[in-house]
């Protein structure tokens, strides 16, 4: 080991300017490789931490569609997220995601698959083609909208008879549980008929409109 005498303290030569023997020198050399090396470490941990990589790497239980996936890492990217926020944010979109899947599912069981074909079968009659998917999907989630939707169909059937699809029957008829369930099934047995699913959905709107004026 090559060492360099350097000054002195009381006429005394010391190693570097600071150590009295070589045995010290030493020991101050270890001990300085050892925080340089800590602090190296460190540093690389650091910047391992807040890095932002090029690309994120999704945990394999985090199931987002590929467009969702996509807008994610474009979220995360211009946040400047490192891998370890952006596995925090990408579990918030996923339990978001799936909350609202779980909502849609359960507003679709509170409605009841009566309602839902009406509901369908006004979308169907009186919007776009194009615009019938987010529409009837808005009238599920959103409680209010589907009842307006509702009203302004059992307003528009209440311009016609409520028999008018039996002839002879008048005005005055009235459609009983019995027509119902027959129509029903009828149309469960033909859904390809959109006669026998206007007749169905018909009937279950006026006698819904004649249990609410009961």
């Known amino acids: 080991m090559t060492t360099e005498i350097q000054g002195s303290e009381g006429g005394e030569k010391l190693y570097a300017g600071k150590f009295k023997t070589v045995e010290e020198l030493e020991a101050g050399y270890n001990s300085s490789a050892k925080v340089f090396q800590e602090n190296d470490t460190l540093k690389k941990r650091i910047d391992e931490a807040t890095k932002v990589p090029d690309d994120y790497n999704t945990p394999t239980e985090i ?10 890492k474009r979220l995360a990217k211009e946040a400047g997220m ?51 998917s987010s529409i009837l999907k808005n009238l599920i ?14 307003q528009l059937l209440n311009n016609r008879a409520p028999g008018m699809n039996k002839p002879g029957q ?45």
């Open 63 to 72: 199931a987002l569609h590929e467009s969702d996936l996509a807008e994610t």
């Open 82 to 132: 490192t891998q370890t926020q952006y596995e925090k944010f990408a579990r918030q979109q996923h339990d978001k995601a799936k909350k609202m899947v779980d909502d849609y599912d359960n507003a679709k069981k509170e409605i009841g698959a009566d309602n839902l074909n009406i509901l369908q079968d006004y979308v169907t009659k009186y919007y776009p083609e194009k615009l019938q």
């Open 141 to 154: 989630k959103d409680k209010d909208a589907r009842a307006a939707a509702l009203e302004h169909r059992q």
């Open 170 to 214: 008048g005005f005055d008829y009235k459609v009983s549980y019995e027509d119902l369930l027959k129509a029903r099934e009828a149309h469960q047995k033909n859904k390809a008929d959109p006669k026998l699913k206007k007749r169905y959905l018909d009937l279950t709107s006026a006698y819904a409109h004649q249990k609410g004026q009961d």
